[in-house]
Each structure stands twice: as structure tokens, then as C-alpha cells.
DNA sequence: GATTGTGAAGCCATTCACAGCC
DNA sequence: GGCTGTGAATGGCTTCACAATC
């Protein structure tokens, strides 16, 4: 169904260079994930339509905001109607490359590791994680969510053998570089870092961070602003129609 | 040492309100605990001075945005020799409002609130968990860590007890509302929030959010576009010294 | 009448480039 | 000579507001 994603530039494409798969604003990216997983719930409950506005709330967002990320994707929703709620999932899944799903490697099973490996399927449907590595000898060999723990230097092997496309490092902050050197090696290029370091990689790397310790950091500069405030804070602007939200900032955390 | 905080506006604060605590961007807020990170191996290094095309390269900035990042709280660098690890460590420390520690509840006790507890100190000197709250009955009494795990019916009796300013929600995505809602109303007005939803809070309320689902769609994006490109990627624009870096994001993961 | 899609405007953040200082 | 601090320029994202469409 629909048509093949335009570049959805106002201005017509005179040179299109194969396909046109950039210009999505990385922001854009992000909330994209998350509509997708508010349309599963919506479809759980047996809509069939939706309105951007009612859309947009159940995300945290804005109407005009979700209705010029969706424009991105060349959407097409019915004026006075809203958007049917199968097609758009699909659209997205498309679009963010769920169609065929991405090996994941996770590297580091201690607590946390431990913890990723167990959070399995992720909202939907998800991202399968085929290979564990670790250096702890207790480890390497047993099972772990009927995946056998390898050995970290064993990366360069299996990552290109099983397909591995994203890795996730959750070792101790001392690991991370050369775990991360090493997945870049076996031609990983897509890093979810949570060990508490900056990675160093070449260009045509992309990391992305979660870093408790920032994001812990960022909330108690916030609590630090607002003490010994007590009325202030109600020039939110625009009055909101009901629900609302914090702020923005998200994972954000990308090195 | 060193002056108080000033604004750092270029033009002069005619009408100062109490305290210029304000101005400093949400990006630059979580860059600055990056450097303060970064700081913290460098002291421990033996390092007395820091330039800031060093501090930004270890960070995975370039030299002018930490410049820049400084200048908002009214740094003192020494023109022709750089910053004063340890005096910039301690600004850092006191804008974050590190400078006494925030106790933190945390919600949920499962593998990944089990992960979370013990992440402990996190990088330096930390956020104590003060509090650790859960549903399941065979949790709630038992001690993890040596914080004994409440129900979280006790929310809101225990979180003004305990002066908690921060709240992690680590439950399932069907409890998290809820967790949220007592959260609020128990006077906690800072959230970082694990589990896959979107929370609806007052606009007093800040919320940031840790993303699995959304990181990893976003990395899939990005493996779905280069696949097939080969040659493409030399396009950096400028030619980066040594140390590069993906690209940004951050838990910018909030909603 | 309701709701989408999108130019245009506005805002925030990054980068540049250089004056000022050591 | 080296390095910081910062106005000015640029670029990207968000918001507004409305014409186009159903």
C-alpha cells in the first residue's frame, strides 16, 4: 500500500541519487520509535483510525510536530479522518528497517548485561540478541537465556559469522574502548553504549549512550534550579490540553 | 574560590531576580557532566591543567562547543594555558548542584531495577538510593543492597520521609503510570524513566527517559540506510583531528 | 466541519573566526 | 605563540498558521 517514500522536499527531485534515504531529521528518528510503539497500543485496543492529535498526546508531543514528522515519510493520512493505524505501523517499520530484523551482540553480562539479555523481544516485536560476550571465565561457556556467553576475543569471529549489525556494550568503563575497538573491527558500526565512557570511533561509526550517571547529573541541575521556588512555575506558555510533559531530551545521550 | 556563578550574558543583567540560575541550555547541562567525568580521570591521572581542545577531545566535543559550554557559567581558563582541573571540577560539581547529594527512590525491583541498585556510586560520588520500591510480595521486606525493598503502596509516606528529589521507574510499561502518578504526588518533581512508555506529568514535572526500544530503532535506521553504500561516507565535512565520534543523541531519550 | 500537509517564522544550538589575554 | 572567551553567522528543529482535502 501507499507509495514509495518520497523525499517529501517541496521542490521537485530533479537528481535523485538511487534512493532518497537521508534527510530525516535524526530527532524526527527517535520519536518515529515511539509512535510506532503507541500505534501497537493502539491497535491492541482495536482503533482503526487515529488523529494526529490524539496521536500526538499519547506520545508526549505536539500535533504539529508529529504531523511534520510523519510528513517526512510521505505520509498519507485522510484529511478530516486521521490515519489508519495498520498502514502507518507498517509505514514505520518500513521506514526505521524492522522489516528484517538487525543481529544484536551484547557485550559484558555482568548485572546489567544480565538484565539486557533478559529484556528479550523489547516493546514488540524486537531485536534478537544472537551473541553474549564476556571475559569473566565463570561465565564464558554457561548459558544465559539459551545463548552461550563467548569469550570477548572470540568477537572478530562470531560478530561477522552470525550477522551481527548492533552492539551494545555493558562492560565496566575501562572495557568499553577495546570492546568497542574490537566490534568496529569485526565491521560493527552501529554502538548503543552504556558503560560510562566517551567512545572514540571513525566517522562511519554511530554511538548512541545511556548514561545513568548524565542523566541522574541533568535531573539534579533541575532540582538545584528549583529550589526555594514554590509558585513560579506556571508560565508553561500555551496551555496545554490535558496532558503533558516534562520536557524533551531523550536518550539523547549519543556520543 | 573562584567567583560566584554569574549569568554570563554578554549585556548587563539590569534586573537580576534573586539568582541567575537560568540561561544555561539543556544540551550544554548534559555536556557538563560528560566533562565532569572526563575531569575526574584527568585528576586522577596526576593532570594539574587542561586545554580545552584536550578536555573536548577526550569528551567527544570539538574545542569551541566546550568553550562555549564553559563560558555559561562563567568559567576562568588561563588564556595561552587552559583550565585548572580541579578548580573547573569543583564549578562543574556545584552548577550540577552535586555539591549535596539528591536521594534518589527507586521503583521496581526487577532484573533491571536489580542492575540499577547496585550500579551504587555510579561514576564518582553519587546519588545515594535511598529508597527501593516494588509490588511483588516476595521482595517487598527483604533488604537489597542493605536498603530494605517497601511496597509501593508506601510511596507516598516514604518519599517525603526519606527527602527524596529524584524517582527511577524501572516496572513493567502497564505500571508505570501509576508508579508515576504517586511519584508526583509525593512530591518528587524529578523523573528518569526505563520503562517503555510515554508518562503524562504535570508540566512542574521533569521527565527524562532511558529508551531501549527507541535507541535500538534508531541505530536499525541508520544500518537500513548505509546498507548497499560502500564508497559514500567521506563526507564529514571537515576533517576531524584524530578523534572523532558518531554523532550526538544522548539519552536525549525524554519525553 | 474536521483534519492533514507544509511554507514561513521563530527559536535553540553549533560552528566560525578573531579579539583579548597570558 | 598559544589558548581562552565570545559576538556573529550558520544550521537544524520546532511551532505557527492556514490552504488543501476529505
Do not use: W
Not at 485522510?78 to 489508519?84: A, E, F
Not at 490535558?242 to 531523550?250: A, D, I, L
Amino acid at each position: 500500500m501507499t507509495l514509495p517514500p518520497q523525499a517529501t522536499s517541496p521542490t521537485a527531485e530533479t537528481t535523485a541519487p538511487e534512493r532518497v534515504v537521508k534527510a530525516i531529521p535524526e530527532a524526527t528518528v527517535a520519536r518515529l520509535a515511539v509512535y510506532l510503539r503507541v500505534l501497537g497500543q493502539l491497535a491492541e485496543g482495536g482503533a482503526e483510525t487515529v488523529s494526529s492529535e490524539e496521536l500526538a498526546a499519547l506520545s508526549g508531543v505536539n500535533s504539529a510536530k508529529l504531523r511534520k514528522d510523519l510528513s517526512y515519510i510521505g505520509t498519507h493520512g485522510i484529511r478530516g479522518v486521521g490515519y489508519d493505524v495498520a498502514s502507518l505501523q507498517h509505514e514505520l517499520e518500513k521506514v526505521l528497517g524492522l522489516d528484517h530484523p538487525q543481529a544484536v551482540a551484547l557485550v559484558g553480562v555482568g548485572n546489567l548485561g544480565h538484565a539486557l539479555a533478559g529484556y528479550g523481544g523489547f516493546g514488540g516485536r524486537g531485536f534478537p540478541v544472537t551473541a553474549l560476550f564476556d571475559v569473566d571465565p565463570e561465565l564464558v561457556g554457561s548459558p544465559i537465556n539459551g545463548i552461550e556467553v563467548r569469550h570477548v576475543r572470540d568477537i572478530p569471529r562470531v560478530c561477522p559469522a552470525a550477522g551481527v549489525t548492533i552492539g551494545m556494550i555493558a562492560t565496566p568503563a575501562q572495557a568499553a574502548q577495546g570492546v568497542c575497538d574490537q566490534l568496529v573491527a569485526a565491521g560493527v558500526h552501529s554502538i548503543l553504549n552504556f558503560a560510562p565512557t566517551v567512545l572514540q570511533v571513525p566517522a562511519e561509526v554511530e554511538v548512541r549512550k545511556v548514561d545513568l550517571a548524565v542523566e541522574l547529573q541533568v535531573l539534579a541541575f533541575h532540582v538545584a534550579g528549583h529550589r526555594s521556588a514554590d509558585a513560579g512555575i506556571t508560565d508553561s506558555g500555551t496551555a496545554a490540553p490535558q496532558v503533558v510533559h516534562g520536557r524533551n531530551g531523550s536518550a539523547v545521550a549519543t556520543s
